[in-house]
């Protein structure tokens, strides 16, 4: 959707639902289109944003149905063969 500045600033908060729900709003002022509004995930695809390893794993997506279980074994055994299935 396009909208004029003016809008635009009246409507902020419809102008951000529509731009987050995956609609880009273009901005236009005097009959031309100046800017684009979009949501966070396109602009860093897009911008190429690179996320600290520490804030991804902060904010990144929850593992709360993940189970992990630690083997109560201390040592296993590992078959070491190379490519043609020769022991290593």
């Known amino acids: 959707m396009t909208w004029q ?4 600033k009246q409507r902020l908060s419809e102008v951000l639902r529509a731009a987050e729900s ?32 520490t804030d991804f794993l902060r904010h990144g997506p929850a593992f709360d149905d993940l189970e992990l279980e630690r083997s109560g074994e201390r040592t296993r055994t590992v078959d070491l063969e190379d490519h043609a299935g020769t022991p290593v």
Not at 5 to 8: G, I, L, P, R, T
Not at 25 to 47: H, K
């Open 22 to 53: 995956g609609e880009p709003q273009v901005i236009s002022r005097r009959g031309e289109d100046v800017a684009v509004v979009i949501d966070i995930a396109t602009y860093r695809s897009l911008a190429g944003v690179q996320v600290e390893l």
């Open 5 to 8: 500045v003016q809008e635009a």
